[in-house]
Antibody, heavy 128, light 108 residues
Framework: QLQLQESGPGLVKPSETLSLTCTVS??????????WGWIRQPPGKGLEWIGS???????YYNPSLKSRVTISVDTSKNQFSLNLRSVTAADTAVYYC????????????????????WGQGTLVTVSS | SYDLTQPPSVSVSPGQTARITCSGD??????GYWYQQKPGQAPALMIY???GRPSGIPERFSGSSSGTTVTLTISGVQAEDEAVYYC???????????FGGGTKLTVL
């Protein structure tokens, strides 16, 4: 059974870098069938896609966060990671790691699909 | 930026049918997905590619698509269906993911 588990500091100071790791068990992160992604949810608010990565390292980011985000993958550890730079209180949220389905067609190109499963989420608070 | 619009809230009595809509300009060319989130839990996929139902999801959950709107229908609503429901899709590129603001379903 596929499981995803987020790990990392629960408290980050303003202007510093938020770093989280997602450990995948029950499936290989090198699967050619999926992307792996990060989604966040500020307390009491909705969901926001941060970005997604393929096992080869190909990445796609939310345009609104692109300048501050780096997602990387470590296939040897079956993990992928999130770095979010220059954080502010607005980055306080529950951060989820997810597996993402996709389609690719020679005519239609890449289509990013649904997220399933989700990790349990980890709350990261930005505060001094 | 591209937005998906959902009603903030929907209320139904047990046994009735709930319909939650999600509107977006790119939906005629992009699939819609639906997630259920209960308090303190991660979202769970309920509908994929407009109408698909993952294994383990009750048959009372169904999805449909028409033009710029996708709809989640819950037939014979049960108390356990009370949750926030989010739609998800992509912009016209098919790559940049976007979520609707969420709809709180209240079972009266």
């Amino acid at each position: 059974q596929l499981q995803l588990q987020e790990s990392g500091p629960g408290l980050v100071k303003p202007s510093e870098t938020l770093s989280l790791t997602c450990t995948v068990s029950g499936d290989s992160i090198s699967s050619t069938s999926y992307y792996w992604g990060w989604i966040r949810q500020p307390p009491g608010k909705g969901l926001e896609w941060i970005g997604s990565i393929y096992y080869s390292g190909n990445t796609y980011y939310n345009p609104s966060l692109k300048s501050r985000v780096t997602i990387s993958v470590d296939t040897s550890k079956n993990q992928f990671s999130l770095n979010l730079r220059s954080v502010t209180a607005a980055d306080t949220a529950v951060y989820y790691c997810v597996r993402q389905d996709y389609d690719y067609g020679s005519r239609s190109g890449l289509k990013m699909n649904w997220f399933d499963p989700w990790g349990q989420g980890t709350l990261v608070t930005v505060s001094s | 930026s591209y937005d998906l619009t959902q009603p903030p809230s929907v209320s139904v009595s047990p046994g009735q049918t709930a319909r939650i809509t999600c509107s977006g300009d790119a939906l005629p060319n992009q699939y819609g997905y639906w997630y259920q989130q209960k308090p303190g839990q991660a979202p769970a996929l309920m509908i994929y590619k407009d109408t698909g139902r993952p294994s383990g999801i009750p048959e009372r959950f169904s999805g449909s698509s028409s033009g710029t709107t996708v709809t989640l229908t819950i037939s014979g609503v049960q108390a356990e269906d009370e949750a926030v429901y989010y739609c998800q899709s992509a912009d016209s590129s098919g790559i940049s993911v976007v979520f609707g603001g969420g709809t709180k379903l209240t079972v009266l």
